[in-house]
């Protein structure tokens, strides 16, 4: 019998948190991962409360039990990287079945996007403080996957990526530009100098509010505190950049109508989102509490779905392998800014900041993620559109 096949009954149940490291080390054949092995992606285990933690609450006990110390990784993202490969969240056993239900509801019946939680994931994320990001990311602060076709480093590469999407736009001098999830501004500066264009920036980040403005004085750019749905007026370009993971699929449809009124009828919107596999019911427990509250990866299924009848999408352009090689230069640089870092933050941050960023970087070199740019225009556009590389 396969595992994923097995069911416990009252008895087994009982004896779940005994059978735990056997559960788990069979789970993780899957994987070719070992607990206390010798390899650099092996687990090793420093408290027996470990096993129990993982098999009664799963992703968000495997990822919590890290941060508390119970155990470490010599090599984390590859560890991730083989985890994912292999699917063990199709493999569950034991109350961890349960609690994933319990998210699969939570998802279907609740929207979690709405107005009144838009503005969580700022204050949550995007707030934890702009030294933070500023430690990791390239000088213009862009927090979103570089273009590394003809990049060496991280600034070239998030420059490559802003010129590409001002490309694909098609952006003209003297064109408005609207940002959606504008975050610290490196987008709406790198368009409004290089570009010639009026740039209008939303988020609901209080701290990238600041920082942006501050940053873009003297550009024709303004920054607005506000949910996209409240947004008025027309603009020749729309861009969104990293934020339609925190849309939510009980809000595509009125994300994309939204784009739509907003969007002059010669108009272009390029789209810039996170991406998974398959379409998923859930998100991970650990991410959902501890990074991105309330996000939501999607998948081309349901972004072809809800663009149908709105849009033609004019080009689809897949570079997820950049986002692993991104996410690994900002752990690099991460690991060595920490030491200013640390007396503010401490050790416990270090290890959940890191524990983010690898296990994102497995997330994309598994292939479970993958980074989707769309450019995509209305039936009433007369100029055939020509992709750009």
Same mark, same amino acid.
């Given at each position: 019998?396969?595992?994923?096949?097995? !069911?416990?009954?009252?008895?087994?149940?009982?004896?779940?948190?005994? $059978?735990?490291?056997?559960?788990?080390?069979?789970?993780?054949?899957?994987? $070719?991962?070992?607990?206390?092995?010798?390899?650099?992606?092996?687990?090793?285990?420093?408290?027996?409360?470990?096993?129990?933690?993982?098999?009664?609450?799963?992703?968000?006990? /495997?990822?919590?039990?890290?941060?508390?110390? *119970?155990?470490?990784? +010599?090599?984390? $993202?590859?560890?991730?990287?083989?985890?994912?490969?292999?699917?063990?969240?199709?493999?569950?056993?034991?109350?961890?079945?349960?609690?994933?239900? #319990?998210?699969?509801?939570?998802?279907?019946?609740?929207?979690?996007?709405?107005?009144?939680?838009? #503005?969580?994931?700022?204050?949550?994320?995007?707030?934890?403080?702009?030294?933070?990001?500023?430690?990791?990311?390239?000088?213009?602060?862009?927090?979103?996957?570089? %273009?590394? =076709?003809?990049?060496?480093?991280?600034?070239?590469?998030?420059? @490559?990526?802003?010129?590409?999407?001002?490309?694909?736009?098609?952006?003209?001098?003297?064109? =408005?530009?609207?940002?959606?999830?504008?975050?610290?501004?490196?987008? +709406?500066?790198?368009?409004?100098?290089?570009? *010639?264009?009026?740039?209008?920036?939303? !988020?609901?980040?209080?701290?990238?509010?600041?920082?942006?403005?501050?940053?873009?004085?003297?550009?024709?750019?303004? /920054?607005?505190?506000?949910?996209?749905?409240?947004?008025?007026?027309?603009?020749?370009?729309?861009?969104?950049?990293?934020? #339609?993971?925190?849309?939510?699929?009980?809000?595509?449809?009125?994300?994309?109508?939204?784009?739509?009124?907003?969007?002059?009828?010669?108009?272009? /919107?390029?789209?810039?989102?996170?991406?998974?596999?398959?379409? =998923?019911?859930? =998100?991970?427990?650990?991410?959902?509490?501890?990074?991105?509250?309330?996000?939501?990866?999607?998948? &081309?299924?349901?972004?072809?779905?809800?663009?149908?009848?709105?849009?033609?999408?004019?080009?689809?352009?897949?570079?997820?392998?950049?986002?692993?090689?991104?996410?690994?230069?900002?752990?690099?640089?991460?690991?060595?800014?920490?030491?200013?870092? @640390?007396?503010?933050? *401490?050790?416990?941050?270090?290890?959940?900041?890191?524990? %983010?960023?690898?296990?994102? &970087?497995?997330?994309?070199?598994?292939?479970?993620?993958?980074?989707?740019?769309?450019?995509? *225009?209305?039936?009433?556009?007369?100029?055939?559109?020509?992709?750009?590389?």
């Amino acid at each position: 019998m396969h595992l994923e096949e097995r !069911t416990l009954s009252r008895n087994e149940a009982g004896c779940e948190a005994a $059978d735990a490291p056997r559960i788990l080390e069979q789970l993780l054949e899957y994987a $070719d991962i070992r607990f206390n092995g010798t390899r650099p992606w092996d687990i090793q285990v420093h408290r027996p409360d470990v096993y129990r933690r993982i098999l009664t609450h799963w992703s968000l006990g /495997f990822g919590e039990s890290y941060i508390d110390g *119970g155990w470490d990784c +010599a090599q984390l $993202d590859e560890m991730f990287t083989r985890l994912l490969a292999a699917d063990l969240d199709e493999r569950v056993v034991g109350s961890a079945r349960w609690r994933l239900a #319990f998210a699969v509801l939570r998802h279907s019946f609740l929207n979690l996007q709405s107005r009144q939680r838009a #503005f969580q994931v700022g204050e949550r994320h995007y707030d934890a403080g702009n030294d933070v990001f500023e430690s990791m990311l390239d000088s213009r602060m862009i927090y979103s996957c570089g %273009y590394w =076709t003809q990049a060496d480093d991280l600034e070239s590469a998030q420059a @490559a990526k802003l010129d590409l999407i001002c490309r694909k736009l098609q952006l003209q001098p003297g064109e =408005t530009l609207l940002d959606i999830g504008c975050g610290w501004g490196g987008l +709406a500066a790198f368009a409004a100098e290089h570009y *010639g264009v009026q740039v209008t920036g939303i !988020t609901v980040s209080k701290e990238q509010l600041a920082l942006a403005s501050e940053r873009c004085k003297g550009l024709p750019v303004q /920054f607005l505190l506000q949910d996209y749905r409240a947004l008025q007026g027309r603009f020749d370009k729309i861009v969104s950049v990293g934020m #339609f993971e925190h849309v939510g699929p009980k809000n595509y449809g009125v994300y994309f109508d939204t784009v739509r009124r907003l969007l002059k009828p010669e108009g272009l /919107f390029l789209l810039h989102t996170i991406g998974s596999h398959i379409t =998923t019911s859930t =998100t991970d427990a650990w991410i959902d509490r501890y990074v991105f509250p309330n996000g939501k990866i999607p998948s &081309a299924a349901e972004i072809g779905h809800m663009i149908e009848g709105r849009f033609l999408i004019e080009d689809w352009h897949n570079f997820g392998a950049d986002y692993d090689r991104t996410l690994m230069a900002w752990i690099a640089k991460f690991e060595h800014n920490w030491p200013t870092l @640390a007396p503010r933050y *401490g050790e416990r941050f270090r290890r959940m900041w890191l524990y %983010y960023l690898k296990c994102s &970087a497995g997330f994309f070199r598994s292939r479970q993620g993958q980074l989707w740019q769309l450019v995509l *225009g209305g039936r009433e556009r007369k100029d055939i559109y020509r992709s750009v590389r």
